[in-house]
């Protein structure tokens, strides 16, 4: 049985608090924070008027810089803390035990770790979530893994956090964890590469079976955390509206997203976000309309299609605790909004960014002359070769080239095109 609600964890149960809502369960850690924090260690906020701790409200905590390498140290006390301030009301937390707060700021990518070990008496209760935003509400970010200190603390862990700034929770329960509290949060960057989420429930129905978008066509029949689909691609032109369609799994309601990779930085922005969507019920196929921006990189890009029991704006790399992240291959082409000669020599080159190595696919056949220029104009390579319509062309310049951005032409009866490529 699921509830909207997080279950309190305790040290040997997961029983200490429950609530049942739309036949959902949620599992949050409800983990301890305090008012202040650095680098170095910080002691026990001073109480303000009515005993509460300075740090009982969220709003009333300065966010601190956390950075790789550079522990913070959260010291303070949950003794008079209040609700007041701390849950959107409405939320899946509202109603949610008191807590008092700490913030910290992050500018990459990275696996954040809270740490009660240490703490005594134990806080055997912690509060597993974090909050981008204050009051804290349904778009809460739940833990990764939840190991156990062995004094009857945990430690907290949060997998593929994107930069931004984070709400600590510190739960204040008179039976459990109640007084003072010794919490070390640090951070390490994530591993180059896409974030790779992972999902630790994938038995409950929340699971995508189906996206379709031109070439890719793909129905599967059950859940797991994560599927690596980029083998299947599908052709895009700069400037363009497509829709991706996907079909939903075996639980309602769940919601959809899709993000595409548009600079091929290794990681989806906001702002590369196709979409969210919703289902009402099992089986239903929701759709995610999208254009294809004009300064798209011309090339293949990665896209990625997620499910998750939400009703937040969701994350292309947050740990949900239900749902399924699926990756695809996009192959984007120059739109007819470029330089006039561009509608008649398209093409896209794979992998880019690359090593020196990539292959070219032109939409044109005939007797093509590649140009490979750097950022002064000075040719660096050329070649002529009689490219076959959607064939793949290989050029291999491993080690022969430094890094930096290069343009690529091709010229042809049919005009010329250039793209900007990238050697890593």
């Known amino acids: ?196 989420p992972n999902i630790s429930n994938t038995s409950e129905g929340d699971f995508i079976a189906g996206v379709y978008l031109g070439d890719i066509n793909n129905a599967t029949d059950g859940a797991t955390s994560y599927s690596d689909y980029t083998a299947l691609s599908t052709d895009m032109a700069q400037g363009q509206d497509y829709t991706v369609s996907i079909t939903g799994g075996d639980y309602s309601p769940d919601a959809y997203a899709a993000w595409i990779d548009y600079n091929n930085d290794g990681s989806f922005s906001s702002d590369e976000k196709l979409g969210q969507a919703s289902t009402i019920e099992e089986g239903q196929v929701v759709t995610i309309p999208f254009m294809v921006p004009e300064d798209a990189w011309v090339g293949t890009a990665r896209m990625r299609v997620r499910c998750a029991y939400a009703s937040f704006p969701m994350d292309p790399c947050i740990d949900y605790e239900f749902g399924e992240t699926e990756d695809y291959s996009v192959n984007v082409f120059l739109g007819n909004n470029g330089v006039a000669e561009n509608a008649a020599m398209r093409f896209a080159v794979m992998p880019n960014p690359s090593d020196g190595n990539f292959q070219i696919r032109a939409l044109s056949a005939g007797n093509t002359k590649i140009e490979l220029m750097d950022l002064t104009g000075r040719v660096v390579y050329a070649e002529q070769a009689l490219l076959v319509a959607g064939a793949l062309h290989t050029i291999s310049l491993q080690g022969e080239l430094e890094t930096g951005t290069y343009a690529l032409r091709l010229t042809g009866t049919k005009g010329s095109s250039t793209s900007a490529i990238v050697v890593q």
């Open 1 to 196: 049985m699921k509830n909207s609600h997080p279950i309190m964890l305790a040290a040997a149960s997961l029983l200490i608090y429950s609530a049942t809502e739309a036949q959902r369960n949620r599992t949050l850690h409800f983990t301890g924070q305090a008012g202040h924090a650095s680098a170095a260690h910080h002691h026990p906020p001073n109480t303000r008027g009515g005993g509460a701790p300075a740090n009982d409200g969220c709003g009333s905590v300065t966010p601190v810089a956390l950075e790789v390498g550079s522990p913070l140290t959260f010291t303070g006390t949950t003794v008079g803390a209040t609700v007041t301030g701390d849950y959107e009301e409405g939320s899946e937390l509202d109603g949610f035990p008191a807590v008092v707060w700490h913030a910290f700021t992050t500018t990459t990518c990275g696996m954040i770790t809270v740490n009660y070990c240490g703490t005594s008496p134990a806080f055997t209760n912690t509060a597993g979530f974090l909050s981008a935003f204050c009051p804290a509400g349904s778009n809460y970010i739940p833990y990764s893994t939840d190991p156990d200190c062995g004094d009857g603390n945990f430690m907290i862990t949060y997998n593929s956090i994107p930069p931004g700034t984070y709400y600590l929770p510190v739960w204040s329960d008179p039976a459990n964890d109640y007084g003072p509290y010794t919490i070390a949060v640090s951070i390490e960057a994530c591993p180059p590469g896409y974030c790779i």
